[in-house]
Every structure is written in C-alpha cells, then in structure tokens.
C-alpha cells in the first residue's frame, strides 16, 4: 500500500510559478509511475503530466506543454510538478498518483492516489 501527499499548492498571479510536490511512504516508490492529475470545477479529471519510474519517459497534456515539468527523485521517495507561466486555465485541484508499469493515461489505471492540492491562478 503505497501513501501519497501532495503539497505546494496555493493562490498564484497568471504568469507565475509553482512548485508540486507529492511525498510517497509504505511501498517501493521506485516501482510506480508517477502522474499528475488535476480537476477543475465541473470538469472531468484530466491527466496533465506523467513520468515512469526511472524518470526517462514522460508524458505531458498539450495544455502543459513546455510550461510545465514533471520529475522524480527516487532516493528520496518524491515526485515534483514544476509549473510555469500559469494562466488562470490552470486553475484546478491537482493530484499525484501511482501506477505499476508505463502508458497508463485513464486515471481508473492508477492504483494509488494523493489527497489533492488546490491551485488558483488569478488573472
């Protein structure tokens, strides 16, 4: 059973930066991929961003792309979402969350997920 907690999030200006962070505990962090997911407001959750567990496969939502970059540090049992020139398109709860092997974009294929962290971008 894997634990996740997502952090970081908060109340940004368009054209800002932030920082996710999703801390994992109780299974081998390293054996997972690693997604960010967000839901905004009567929206279905979309996945915005993945990596695989050694970090040399990623996966981005046109949406994200080249603002956006997700990565991991297995050593330390973390994966992070760096998020740049936010726009208040962005604005939505984001999510980690866990699976076992590559190419899952459903998030019905993720098997473990974080409690979710608000992001508000305001214009």
């Known amino acids: 059973q894997v634990q996740l907690v997502e952090s970081g999030g908060g109340l940004v200006q368009a054209g800002g930066s932030l920082r996710l962070s999703c801390a994992a505990s109780?299974?081998?962090?390293?054996?997972?991929?690693m997604g960010w997911f967000r839901q905004a407001p009567g929206k279905e959750r979309e996945l915005v961003a993945a990596t695989s567990w050694s970090g040399g496969s990623t996966f981005y939502a046109d949406s994200v792309k080249g603002r956006f970059t997700v990565s991991r540090d297995n050593a330390k049992n973390l994966a992070y979402l760096q998020m740049n020139s936010l726009n208040p398109e962005d604005t939505a709860v984001y999510y980690c969350?866990?699976?076992?092997?590559?190419?899952?974009?459903?998030?019905?294929?993720?098997?473990?997920w974080g409690q979710g962290t608000q992001v508000t971008v305001s214009s």
């Open positions: 109780g299974g081998t962090f390293r054996s997972y991929a």
């Open positions: 969350a866990a699976a076992r092997g590559w190419g899952h974009f459903r998030d019905i294929e993720y098997d473990y």
